[in-house]
Nanobody, 116 residues
Framework: QVQLVESGGGLVQAGGSLRLSCGAS????????RGWYRQAPGKQRDLVAI??????TKYADSAKGRFIISTDNPKKVYLQMNSLKPEDTATYYC???????????WGQGTQVTVSS
């Protein structure tokens, strides 16, 4: 059974930084894209950033120039968030996709709150 666990969320002032981490346990046969999404209260869950197996990255417009997705291990993914804004306040979820089983796995989420 695959489990993803996020950490690193918290309360920060506008302009501050946070680094989110996500680790996977269990067997993922063929790790494909790994990414971060976020969901604010009353809103849909939106893509923040994705990193592909070859290291290519994709960012939401709101994250470009401020957030950096990275990895140092097939079962780890990080999100460095700089210059945080109150509108970045949301629950952040990491996700891994398994190419061989066509499965998408999600973490339980970590809360990020940015005060003005």
């Amino acid at each position: 059974q695959v489990q993803l666990v996020e950490s690193g969320g918290g309360l920060v002032q506008a302009g501050g930084s946070l680094r989110l981490s996500c680790g996977a346990s269990g067997t993922i046969f063929s790790i494909n894209d790994r990414g971060w999404y976020r969901q604010a209260p009353g809103k849909q869950r939106d893509l923040v950033a994705i990193i592909t197996p070859d290291g290519s990255t994709k960012y939401a417009d709101s994250a470009k120039g401020r957030f950096i997705i990275s990895t140092d291990n097939p079962k780890k993914v990080y999100l460095q968030m700089n210059s945080l804004k109150p509108e970045d306040t949301a629950t952040y979820y990491c996700t891994f996709s398994d190419l061989s089983t066509h499965s998408n796995y999600w973490g339980q989420g970590t809360q990020v709150t940015v005060s003005s």
